[in-house]
């Protein structure tokens, strides 16, 4: 078994503030050398709380994971329940759901894996987490958990050779009170801010990735791309959230503590959701406008002082591309940062 747990707070300098408790308990017990059973369980408890609205609200989420393994040669097999319990969704308070958590793996061959499974949850939507994606958010955002009341997986996983790995996968899933983000314009500062858009209904969500991954000796890389799908209804787009992602890390050991690496980033159009006209700003997004693909390149160099120290030297945005994620606030240039990191 084992017991993690995490305590933050956070605050603003537009007065938010949330207080956070959160814990990950995992544990198995085997029966025999086929069956094993197990009962995880992680959550939080929180308090979030918007000073211009003069409102605090405790958010608490417990989830509780229920089951029984069975292993036996090339093949693993999972079935459980997966129970939620949280009082923050837009359908009411103190809400119990019950989702089924199977998993399948199965490995024909040595370098050959297939798994599939069926399993639903809910999203647990923090400020803190809303904050690191959309650092220009309103000081009025709605935080709410997402329903996901089923997900269907599956994929293939292996190596070519004893070098080069690989991974294709799938998901379908229908969800509930899926979000993006939509552009508010805010008079007293002057600006354009972002507030999250939830969509009731039930909508579907796919994804379809491919990756690929080598390690030999000193160098690695790893590149995946992934494609987005988004279905929140006929007549409305999900904003601000990429059809199309490729990724790409590299790492090369040039000597025995000297390390340098390549990161490079490529997203396709977003969809804009918005259109609004303020006095003297001349802000105007249009539905059918969206958000030109996005492209950055980066270097990072490492040196290793010791088992515990290094510096290291990065520099971002290599290509100066003044691209906007989200709208109203370009890019940085190009940026170099260095620093020095000690573990304890």
Known sequence: YSIDTDIYQLFTNINNSEFSFDYNIQNKYDL??????????????SRLKFDILDSAQNRNLLRFKSGVKFTRENLRIGLGL???????????????????????????????????GLKGDVRANRYR????ENPYLDNTVKVYNTLMPFQFYGGVAGSLSNYLGYEIGFSV????HNFGYEAIYNEDQGEIRYR??????????????????????KFKINLRGDYFYFNVGETQLMPFRPKFQLKFTSDYWVADKLKIGFHAHFQGR????????????????????????????????GYQLSNRSQVFLHANNLIANKYEYYLGYPNRGFQILGGFTYSF
């Open 270 to 301: 977003m969809n804009n959701a918005n259109t609004f006209e303020q006095g003297n700003a001349n802000y105007s997004f249009n539905l059918d406008e969206s958000i030109p693909p996005i492209y950055d390149l980066g270097i990072k160099l």
């Open 82 to 116: 997966n129970m939620v319990n949280e009082n923050d969704t837009l359908e009411g308070m103190g809400k119990l759901h019950v989702y089924p958590d199977l998993n399948i793996v199965y490995t024909p061959f040595d370098k050959l894996s297939v798994f599939g």
């Open 32 to 45: 025999n050398d086929d069956f094993a059973i197990y009962l995880n369980s992680d959550g939080y408890i």
């Open 173 to 176: 899933a229908s969800v509930r």
């Open 196 to 217: 999250t858009k939830y969509f009731d209904q039930n909508n579907t969500e796919a994804n379809v990735y491919a990756s690929l991954s080598t390690a030999i000796d």
């Open 129 to 132: 987490n809303l904050l690191l």
